[in-house]
């Protein structure tokens, strides 16, 4: 079993509808969970970033995590042609050399 | 400020053939990696430098080495190539728990 599993996809929607995107997790030391957002042959660039439990919300955007349940989630409202990307989940622990651990990627797909 | 820059952005090896992989960051940070990406794998660690004159092995570093030559840069190299390193290489550098990704470079080796 990977420490941090995540659904690849693809997730197809249609504009405007609520995206669920989630990672479930092993290690009980991750204390840092983020969320990247990679366009097509590009980079990954950092959308969300949580430390611990709890929610926080950027825009459109919600990243929640649980981590009685190591489930992590980002939620995008009102969702846009612009958010299809590959979204990846990334978690850490504290302290030490940081080494996130990076879930496979969901690809999701949002259609006029 | 360019971020992260990484050169060449496409390369096409034959086996056995060496090449190595440039990365720059100009936003002064210490920790900077190199990652392979590869379809349904994810993002793999492949070398990390937590500061200027420390390496350290990731998850996959065989048949890489790297090279942190001052602050900036972070190279990596293929010594031998194998059609198995056939992958798109990221390289970032980190501020806090934030890591910035270069564009890559697309790398085939027949």
């Known amino acids: 079993q990977k420490e941090v599993e995540q659904d690849p996809g693809p997730l197809s929607v249609p504009e405007g509808a609520i995206v669920s995107l989630n990672c479930t997790y092993s290690?009980?030391?991750?204390?840092?969970f983020m969320w990247y957002r990679q366009y097509s042959r590009k980079g990954p660039e950092l959308l969300m970033y949580?430390?611990?439990?709890g929610n926080k919300e950027d825009g459109r955007f919600t990243a929640q995590v649980d981590k009685s349940s190591k489930y992590i989630s980002l939620f995008i409202r009102d969702s846009q042609p612009s958010d299809s990307a590959t979204y990846l989940c990334?978690?850490?622990?504290?302290?030490?050399?940081?080494?996130?651990?990076f879930g496979r990627g969901t690809s999701l797909i949002v259609h006029p | 400020n360019a971020g992260v820059t990484q050169t060449p952005k496409f390369q096409v090896l034959k086996t056995g053939q060496s090449m190595t992989l440039q990365c720059a960051q100009d936003?002064?940070?210490?920790?900077m990696y190199w990652y392979r990406q590869d379809p349904g794998m994810g993002l793999r660690l492949i070398y990390y430098?937590?500061?200027?004159?420390?390496?350290d092995k990731g998850e996959v570093p065989n048949g890489y080495n790297v090279s942190r030559l001052n602050k900036r840069e972070f190279s990596l190299r293929l010594e031998s190539a194998a059609p198995s390193q056939t992958s798109v290489y990221f390289c970032?550098?980190?501020?806090?728990?934030?890591?910035?990704f270069g564009p890559g470079t697309r790398l085939t080796v027949l």
């Open positions: 430098s937590a500061s200027e004159g420390t390496t």
């Open positions: 970032a550098s980190r501020e806090g728990s934030e890591q910035f």
């Open positions: 936003m002064n940070h210490n920790s």
């Open positions: 290690n009980s030391a991750f204390q840092y």
């Open positions: 949580t430390y611990s439990s």
């Open positions: 990334a978690m850490s622990g504290a302290g030490g050399s940081y080494i996130p651990t």
